[in-house]
């Protein structure tokens, strides 16, 4: 037996067509979309895989881009993007971790569509401004007790996993080295995997991800899903191609205030501008 289908509401038509002419026309239409919203709440702000929103398609957009790049500028991901492009094939790195970090936005962004389905639309607006300001505070405390010249510790760290290996994996790769001229510049697949690999992790649970699932929550996910996937395509772009100089001459401390002053724009605006 096939699935039901679904059935109409019954005197719903008779009711939207005013003039009675069995046709629905564009006024009749406006006019009656109250009594729709009435036989079909879901419906009241968007589509019924929607939730409501407030503000639309580019609102979400630009919020998206914004948000990555204040995320993601001197972030873990960023690093590893800037110190593997130092060693390999630079189209290699950026393809693995782009395709990382576009998948990483959209799950994000589809925790942040079912997020209203679970909590009221009003208290997801509550929530991420609540998240937005908990960054944004935590930012400026950390950039408050750093030096104004000193390089990011995240890069530092980054740079000793991935360019001071331990003696042991040295020793074993100068052996490898004799057998394979190859060997210091890997394959295309090879450095792909590792960026895709190194990215997801690195990403997976950082503050840009939280962001992403509490924007998406707010406002359209698919103005910030593709506004988070723009923002990483620049953010990566940026970081494969000038990271390590960009890196060394711009200090944490103020990446984390710029950081942190974004984040808390965000934050205000959700908590006390958004209805």
């Known amino acids: 037996a096939g699935a039901t289908k679904p059935v109409p509401p019954p005197g719903l038509f008779e009711r939207l067509d005013l003039n009675h002419d069995a046709m629905l026309s564009v006024e009749e239409y406006t006019n009656g979309w109250p009594l729709i919203v009435e036989e079909f709440p879901s419906s009241s702000g968007g589509y019924w895989f929607l939730p409501s929103y407030k503000g639309g398609f580019w609102k979400g957009f630009t919020s998206g881009v914004a948000m990555i790049l204040a995320t993601e500028i001197g972030d873990k991901t960023f690093f590893i993007a800037a110190v593997l492009s130092m060693r390999q094939q630079r189209s290699a790195v950026f393809c693995g971790a782009i395709l990382s970090l576009y998948v990483m936005t959209v799950l994000s962004s589809i925790m942040g569509l079912v997020l209203p389905k679970l909590i009221p639309v009003s208290y997801t607006h509550i929530l991420g401004g609540v998240l937005f300001l908990y960054f944004g505070v935590k930012l400026l405390l950390d950039a408050k007790g750093m030096e104004g010249d000193r390089v990011s510790e995240e890069l530092e760290e980054v740079e000793e996993e991935l360019l001071h290996p ?42 840009s991800q939280i962001a992403t699932i509490a924007l998406s929550a707010a406002k359209n996910p698919y103005g910030v899903t593709l506004g988070g996937c723009i923002g990483h395509t620049m953010c990566t772009g940026l970081a494969v191609l000038g990271g390590r100089m960009l890196a060394a001459r711009i200090s944490e401390k103020t990446v984390s205030i710029g950081g942190g002053i974004i984040f808390l724009i965000f934050g205000i605006h959700s908590v006390f501008f958004e209805s």
């Not at 040295?170 to 090879?190: C, L, M, P, R, V």
């Not at 792909?192 to 990403?203: D, H, K, M, V, Y």
């Open 166 to 207: 331990k003696k042991a994996d040295d020793e074993e790769a100068h052996e490898t080295e004799n057998s394979s001229k190859n060997n210091i510049k890997q394959g295309f697949s090879e450095v792909a995997i590792q960026s895709f690999t190194l990215t997801f992790l690195a990403e997976w649970g950082d503050r």
